[in-house]
């Protein structure tokens, strides 16, 4: 497009060109034209001054004629005054004087004729040859000119049809620019429209990709938490095996949290105890409710010990945002069912000793 704009301009500025130099040509035509007129008046004046001189020729020719009448005359008398005159070498003398001055008086005219007249010849075939070399000059000029602004009117002629074709291009290509903006913007709304449902999507998936990364630190800790309390019960288990009265509880135990289910088999004993205000119900020995506090700590550096009145570390846990409400107590021999929301475990049998508590 831009190289259709720059040909179009280039064509404009040729035709203002053309333009230029056809009125230019134009002046020097009516300019030559002047000068022809002026070289046609200058032979019509030329010709009435060589009627003139002429006239003038005419008029000293008729002189000449007159005079030599006149000398003629003067002759005749002459030689009739000499014939009078009886004596011979009179006679003889004023013959000579005559023929003498008669042929001075010729031979001057003449002289004076043939100059006047090698002038005139000369003067004329000057002016005559001046005249047409002029105007052999000023055909040839006006014949280039005519035919300079004939060539200028085809060259014209074809450059406006070009001109005309460029526009017509100009104009189809400035509507297709003009329809691939409107397909340029409807894809581009097309192409926001799905960067929105993208964002839309990925902000979705991160979303569940946090909740499941929450889910699975929540499934993490527990089980953290369980293989302690597991090694711990364990070790119990190991010292009191030989205590009477003991009773093996062996449960199925399901743990269910979003998509994932494990199934296990332990046998261990605990008590879930509730700090104040989260939710729980003080129903000994299943669960306690530890009203001296609104939370057992949050963070990662976090931890909460629970020991007996000999000062026995019964178990401790790493608190984090999601289970800083309970903890686990181990004690005799017990077992549990479900793992409940929020780590809320079921407690199937009284501890036989009284816990203590504290935060580290």
């Known amino acids: 497009l831009s190289g259709l704009e720059a040909e179009i301009n280039l064509l404009r500025r040729r035709i203002a060109n053309l333009e230029e130099e056809i009125a230019r040509i134009k002046k020097e035509n009516i300019k030559f034209v002047n000068e022809l007129t002026k070289a046609r ?16 020729v005419q008029t000293l020719l008729e002189e000449i004629d007159f005079m030599r009448r006149v000398h003629d005359q003067e002759i005749v008398e002459l030689q009739a005054m000499a014939s009078r005159d009886t004596t011979p070498e009179n006679r003889e003398f004023f013959k000579n004087e005559l023929a003498s001055a008669i042929r001075d008086i010729r031979a001057e005219y003449d002289q004076i004729c043939n100059v006047n ?10 002016k005559v040859q001046e005249i047409q070399t002029q105007s052999n000059r000023q055909n040839l000029e006006q014949n280039y000119a005519k035919e300079e602004v004939k060539r200028l009117r085809v060259q014209l002629t074809e450059l406006r049809g070009k001109l005309a074709d460029l526009e017509g291009r100009n104009s189809l290509l400035e509507k297709q620019t003009q329809e691939l903006n409107y397909q340029l ?3 581009q709304r097309s192409y926001e429209a799905a960067l929105n449902d993208r964002d839309a999507q990925i ?3 991160r979303e569940e990709c946090q909740a499941l990364m929450l889910e699975l630190q929540m499934l ?45 088999t332990v046998s261990f004993i605990f008590l879930l105890i509730w700090a104040r205000g989260q939710g729980g119900i003080h129903s000994p020995p299943d669960q306690l409710v530890f009203d001296m506090e609104d939370s057992f700590g949050t963070g990662s550096n976090v931890q909460t ?12 846990k790493n608190m984090n945002d999601t289970s800083n409400c309970y903890l686990f107590v181990p004690g005799t021999c017990y077992s549990y069912s479900t793992l409940k929301p929020y780590n809320q475990l079921n407690i199937t049998k009284e ?10």
């Open 41 to 56: 008046s200058d032979l019509d004046q030329e010709t009435l001054n060589r009627i003139d001189f002429q006239n003038q």
């Open 117 to 126: 007249r090698t002038d005139m010849e000369s003067w004329y075939k000057l």
């Open 185 to 187: 913007e409807d894809d």
């Open 203 to 205: 902000r979705k998936m």
């Open 220 to 264: 993490l800790d527990t089980k953290q938490t369980l293989d302690a309390e597991i090694a711990i019960y364990r070790k119990m288990l190991e010292g009191e095996e030989n205590r009477a009265g003991l009773r093996q509880l062996v449960e199925q135990v399901v743990k269910t949290h979003g998509l994932t289910q494990v199934a296990e």
């Open 305 to 316: 010990i629970l020991f007996n009145r000999e000062g026995e570390t019964l178990t401790s």
């Open 351 to 360: 501890l036989d000793k009284t816990p203590a508590m504290r935060n580290a």
